[in-house]
């Protein structure tokens, strides 16, 4: 999430309408000094790793997040790292599933969608406040008379990302179990932002009446940025998932892939990468079984 997906995944305007601008070009290059002597050969061939994230948290945060991360990732690996962002989920699934990038921060929805698809396999998974899940946030105006899911009938509505797990289908699985309803036959309108922090700030700033958005951003931004969240209110909290893990491509040289986890595994031992981590309120990385993400998997199931 990047905070998490992490903002990370995973942290991630409202400037005039929702979502962020397209690009076919990575929009930031972090380039550590190179030493001939430590390359890693099997490096991919065209010269530098290719990181993927996913608007989790808007473009003019993402960098600004990150770029410390990428910075250390670089010169521990030894190599030029490219960040790729793209405005959705979509996007970087598809281009993780074409070899276009080699190591990604994924939505748990996001992994779920791509490791079906044999695009995407585990690699490390954030460790927050000594837990490795999260929640769904269904939030609404601090000033609003909702107090549960059931009371936003016909209001306008604002989620995340269609492969979002705590942005869209958490929240329409909820729909759909506890009053059999859908998005389109219970909201009056329905928009997507393909950012948490859109989302929130859509709410505090009465563009819609509620939105589902990933409890780790969320929290981040009460921490954060708490005059924003102030003017909103948390009216229903999901069942804890997995939280969003780091993936790579599956065809990734092994060796690569092992040295990759490496850095990530030992990122919370080195005093710069503990450093960094602690401004994204992130414990550690640790390794994860993939059935942590088995109760999306069945959502997602149940919603297709």
Do not use: W
């Not at 939505?107 to 999260?134: N, R």
């Not at 509505?157 to 859908?182: C, R």
């Not at 060796?255 to 450093?275: A, C, D, P, S, Y």
């Not at 999306?296 to 919603?303: C, E, P, S, T």
């Amino acid at each position: 999430m990047l905070r998490y997906c992490l903002v990370l995944f995973s942290v991630f305007f409202l400037s005039g309408g929702f979502g962020c601008g397209e690009s076919d070009a990575p929009i930031e290059v972090s380039m550590a000094q190179h030493n001939d002597d430590a390359v890693v050969k099997q490096l991919p061939a065209n010269g530098y790793i290719r990181l993927a994230i996913a608007g989790v948290i808007s473009p003019d945060k993402t960098f600004k997040y990150y770029e410390e991360f990428i910075d250390y990732f670089s010169k521990q690996i030894n190599y030029p790292v490219r960040l790729v962002q793209r405005e959705n989920y979509r996007e970087i699934n598809d281009l993780m599933k074409l070899g276009k990038v080699d190591i990604a921060f994924v939505c748990s929805g996001a992994y779920v969608d791509g490791a079906s698809e044999g695009g995407m396999e585990l690699l490390v998974a954030p460790e927050v406040m000594g837990k490795t899940t999260y929640h769904s946030y269904i939030i609404v105006s601090s000033s609003a008379d909702a107090q549960g899911l059931s009371d936003l009938k016909g209001k306008s509505f604002a989620f995340t990302d269609p492969l979002s797990n705590s942005g869209y289908i958490s929240p329409s699985y909820s729909l759909k179990t506890q009053l059999g309803e859908t998005p389109e036959t219970f909201f009056k309108e329905i928009k997507f932002t393909y950012s948490h922090d859109v989302s929130i700030k859509a709410v505090a700033q009465g563009k819609v009446y509620g939105a589902a958005v990933d409890s780790l951003v969320y929290d981040y931004f009460k921490r954060a940025e708490p005059e924003l969240t102030a003017k909103t209110k948390v009216i229903s909290i999901s069942l804890p998932y997995g939280i969003p893990p780091v993936v790579v491509h599956p065809a990734l040289d092994p060796e690569l892939k092992g040295r990759l986890q490496k850095i990530f595994l030992n990122m919370h031992e080195n005093t710069v990468g503990k450093q960094i981590l602690d401004k994204l309120m992130i414990d550690k990385f640790i390794v994860v079984n993939d059935s942590l993400y088995d109760s999306v998997r069945q959502m997602d199931k149940a919603l297709k």
